[in-house]
């Protein structure tokens, strides 16, 4: 039986106001995408808010802009995924075998 992944990630695009942008450390998610993946998991994605996942502005930038999340910026089926998180109420954890959280600031 395939096993089933739940990536949680973050809705936060700012914290502090308007002028610190945060969102989406990507390679902590493609990573772990990737890894999943060769396990041969199914994955979702969620947020908190559902919908577009913001981006940590310092992630897209060398050094921390890696292979993998340049490659999940490159793939239009990646970045479907991307702007189109699933929300909490449309989701049932008890029908995934783990929860992975990537890192980011949480909605207060």
């Not at 772990?32 to 908190?48: D, K, Y």
């Not at 981006?55 to 702007?83: G, H, S, V």
């Not at 449309?90 to 783990?98: C, E, L, N, V």
């Amino acid at each position: 039986m395939t096993k089933r992944v739940l990536n949680v990630v973050t809705s936060v695009g700012h914290y502090g106001g308007p002028s610190h942008p945060t969102g989406l450390w990507l390679s902590e998610l493609t990573h772990a995408w990737h890894v999943f993946e060769e396990h041969g998991c199914e994955q979702t994605l969620v947020s908190p808010a559902g919908g577009a996942e913001p981006f940590e502005p310092r992630a897209l930038r060398f050094p921390n802009y890696d292979k993998t999340a340049k490659a999940w910026r490159a793939d239009p089926d990646r970045m479907a995924l991307i702007e189109n998180t699933a929300a909490p109420d449309q989701i049932d954890p008890s029908q995934y075998d783990a929860i992975y959280f990537t890192g980011g600031q949480a909605a207060m």
